[in-house]
Nanobody
Framework: VQLAESGGGLVQAGGSLRLSCTIS????????IGWFRQAPGKEREGVSC????????LYGDSVKGRFTITRDNNRRTVYLQMNNLRPEDTAVYYC????????????????????WGQGTQVTVSS
């Protein structure tokens, strides 16, 4: 599948952004879609993921209670609503797909994902 992120930008601390991941290619109901982020000099970090079939979700500890992942299968889009943003949320955000519905914490690790988008920059100013 092909994935394309959008919605990044510059926001002040405490503000909100909504990222979108539009998916094309195969039917998406059999996929896990994950959001990851990578700040300069740091490893890629799992932010959240969603099972496109049953909507089960996982969140990384650093974003729990602030970020919400949702999906619209008709629009073939996964959203990441980010609230109460902090400067440490600054990173390039990527979405990725995994053709595996065996839901588990491994879906917050980037290595299990097959296809990736190009990323969108999120910058949070203090």
């Amino acid at each position: 599948v092909q994935l394309a992120e959008s919605g990044g930008g510059l926001v002040q601390a405490g503000g909100s952004l909504r990222l979108s991941c539009t998916i094309s290619g195969r039917t998406i109901n059999d996929y896990m879609i994950g959001w990851f982020r990578q700040a300069p000099g740091k490893e890629r970090e799992g932010v959240s993921c969603i099972n496109m079939n049953d909507r089960r979700t996982l969140y990384g500890d650093s974003v729990k209670g602030r970020f919400t992942i949702t999906r619209d299968n008709n629009r073939r889009t996964v959203y990441l609503q980010m609230n109460n943003l902090r400067p440490e949320d600054t990173a390039v955000y990527y979405c990725a797909s995994d053709f595996d519905l065996a839901f588990g914490p491994h879906h917050l690790t980037p290595v299990v994902y097959e296809d990736w988008g190009q990323g969108t920059q999120v910058t949070v100013s203090s």
